[in-house]
Nanobody, 121 residues
Framework: QVQLVETGGDLVQPGGSLRLSCAASGSRFSINAMGWFRQAPGKERELVATMASDGSTNYADSVKGRFTISRDAAHNTNILQMNSLKPEDTAVYYC???????????????WGQGTQVTVSS
């Protein structure tokens, strides 16, 4: 079984920065793709950024140039660096990883528990 644990959410002032991390733990697995999504109160969950297995990235238009997704392969960790934060970035952020578990060779999507990011003065 694989588990994802997110860290890094916080209260930050507009223009500030935060770094979210999502670490996968378990035994005998490999990560295919990873991404970050967010959900603001009263809104649907939306894609923020993704990284495919070949390292290619995709960003929501609203975060391009401000957010960067990266991968620490040695630690099975997905990172979202968020700069120039705006109040409209306030949401619960969820990480997602597409993982192949070598106990049954099945590829599944796993989600983190969510971490609150609040941008306010």
């Amino acid at each position: 079984q694989v588990q994802l644990v997110e860290t890094g959410g916080d209260l930050v002032q507009p223009g500030g920065s935060l770094r979210l991390s999502c670490a996968a733990s378990g035994s005998r697995f490999s990560i295919n793709a990873m991404g970050w999504f967010r959900q603001a109160p009263g809104k649907e969950r939306e894609l923020v950024a993704t990284m495919a297995s070949d390292g290619s990235t995709n960003y929501a238009d609203s975060v391009k140039g401000r957010f960067t997704i990266s991968r620490d392969a040695a630690h099975n960790t997905n990172i979202l660096q968020m700069n120039s934060l705006k109040p409209e970035d306030t949401a619960v952020y969820y990480c997602k990883m597409t993982i192949r578990n070598y106990s049954d060779y099945v590829v599944r999507d796993y989600w983190g528990q969510g971490t609150q990011v609040t941008v306010s003065s």
